[in-house]
């Protein structure tokens, strides 16, 4: 999936499947021959690759990110869509030069990256992370950006003394009738991790994830009760449909689809935090302007700013929210307000964890 400028990166597997290997390999050969072109017309130029996303979300980081950099540095920057571990790890075993130099990875593709050797360690003598978080800094590679997965609702349905407040209240089908659209894809958002609030379990417990009380927890909500989506459009279309009445979605969807004309009410606390990594691949013949683009997308706060004002994405730069109006920053992961009441992904754990958990998840969605 490609996402919007409101949404988040698509959860992805953090091991590379035959069939992922095998589009990404026609990606590949695409990009490549694509490279070659574009090499032929500006073999003057410095240039590396960006593998992210396509749509809006790529356009904004092309705008607030990559042409200023271009301008500043004289570097050009290639930005690609269908960012993946399987791409990341198509450029190390090609044996072609990579393509795409820097990839957009999830939390747990970013584990794994480094234990298959995937990326390499940041030079911090040459990335700027003074302005990072040590929690969204990690050796191969920085959190660019950061989402918040809430629990959302149609509020033209629902009187403001009315709405549900916790995950228990979202699992409570006689107060709060209806459908419920959750995410499928366990790794992108927090299904698992919602199902164990709503049973009592605190924040700070979460993990390792207890992941057959998750499972009864959502087998107390109902199969019947849930509609499973997997794009980050559909939670948002059910509601404004009616054909859910709550759904766990990304905020900056919510506010994404209010600017057009939406309803839609949400609550930040006992949300959960992930975000993207930006790593280098370790066939890169560029690393060292790799680690220039990444360390201006992480410290330039004011291109950040620009960027987090376009897309009500959060950002770890913690300079950024002195320059976003209150309205903005209230909601957002990093946000003063919300701390000790949202929850950051343990990424480790969902990489160590992730092909098992799945497994008993389909499983239990089987019946």
């Not at 998750?214 to 019947?224: C, F, I, M, P, Q």
């Not at 897309?311 to 913690?318: D, F, H, K, L, R």
């Not at 950024?320 to 209230?330: C, E, F, K, R, Y």
Request: net charge neutral; proline share 5%; with cysteine.
């Amino acid at each position: 999936m490609t996402p919007p400028i409101s949404g988040t990166a698509p959860a992805r597997s953090a091991r590379l499947s035959r069939r992922e290997f095998v589009r990404a390999s026609s990606l590949m050969a695409f990009a490549f021959a694509e490279a070659g072109l574009a090499k032929s017309v500006r073999a003057g130029e410095k240039e590396i690759g960006l593998a992210s996303f396509g749509g809006s979300f790529g356009e904004s980081i092309q705008k607030f990110y990559l042409d200023p950099f271009e301008k500043q540095t004289g570097i050009k920057v290639l930005l690609g869509s269908n960012a993946s571990l399987a791409l990341a790890k198509l450029q190390v075993v090609s044996g072609q030069r990579a393509q795409w130099d820097i990839v957009e990875l999830t939390g747990a593709e970013y584990e794994t990256a480094i234990r298959e050797k995937i990326t390499v360690p940041l030079d911090y003598s040459v990335v700027d992370a003074s302005a990072i978080p040590p929690e969204y800094k990690g050796s191969h590679g920085v959190k660019f950006v950061l989402y918040l997965n809430v629990m959302a609702w149609d509020a033209s349905k629902l009187s403001h003394a009315g709405i549900p407040k916790t995950w228990a209240d979202f699992w409570d089908t006689t107060r709060f009738p209806g459908k419920r659209s959750m995410y499928s894809r366990l790794q992108g958002g927090g299904t698992l991790e919602f199902a164990l609030l709503a049973d009592g379990v605190a924040p700070a417990n979460l993990y390792p994830l207890d992941v057959d009380r998750a499972l009864k927890s959502l087998e107390r909500l109902g199969r019947s009760n849930i509609i499973w989506h997997e794009t980050n459009a559909e939670p948002i279309q059910q509601l404004v449909s009616g054909q859910a009445s709550l759904a766990t979605t990304f905020n900056g969807r919510v506010l994404a689809a209010n600017r057009e004309g939406a309803q839609l009410g949400y609550t930040p606390e006992n949300g959960c935090v992930s975000g993207d990594y930006l790593s280098v691949v370790r066939s890169s013949e560029n690393k060292r302007e790799a680690f220039d683009l990444i360390s201006y997308i992480i410290s330039n706060a004011s291109a950040a700013a620009e960027w987090v004002k376009a897309t009500s994405y959060g950002v770890p730069n913690i300079h950024v929210p002195a320059m976003l109006p209150a309205s903005l920053t209230a909601d957002l992961p990093t946000s003063e307000a919300l701390k000790g009441k949202v929850f950051l992904k343990d990424d480790k754990w969902w990489a160590d964890n992730l092909q098992t958990t799945l497994a008993r998840f389909k499983q239990w969605q089987l019946g």
